[in-house]
């Protein structure tokens, strides 16, 4: 199994970005997946997760209203719709899978398998 992020970049406060991440390898449908971010001298934090089915979300508290989890099960494809940037969403984020059917906070769940990261830079 493979995930493959994708979409960082350098964006001004108040700016968007789309991050996707590609998930590869899978025998099975059933697999929820998580947003996670590292910023520089704080611990790995959750942002996000999307259930197995697609059908439901989580947010962290701090980007409630700001972000948007969605995803293809056609094309294997999570997306993190990131709209009102804030310097502090600055960080590396990574996209995570956990097999089987999950929903809801998956922040604090042993994820399976890890994509490499896409930096996020939010420039005030």
């Known amino acids: 199994v493979q995930l493959q992020a994708s979409g960082g970049g350098l964006v001004q406060s108040g700016g968007s970005l789309r991050l996707s991440c590609v998930v590869s390898?899978?025998?099975?449908?059933?697999?929820?997946v998580t947003w996670f971010r590292h910023a520089p001298g704080t611990e790995r934090e959750g942002v996000s997760s999307?259930?197995?089915?697609?059908?439901?979300?989580f947010y962290a508290d701090s980007v409630k209203g700001r972000f948007t989890m969605s995803r293809d099960i056609a094309k294997n494809t999570v997306y993190l719709q990131m709209d009102n940037l804030k310097p502090e969403d600055t960080a590396v984020y990574y996209c995570?899978?956990?097999?089987?059917?999950?929903?809801?906070?998956?922040?604090?769940?042993?994820?399976?398998?890890w994509g490499k990261g896409t930096l996020v830079t939010v420039s005030s």
């Open positions: 999307i259930s197995s089915t697609g059908g439901s979300t």
């Open positions: 995570a899978a956990k097999a089987g059917y999950y929903s809801g906070n998956l922040f604090d769940l042993r994820h399976d398998y």
């Open positions: 390898g899978f025998t099975s449908d059933y697999y929820a």
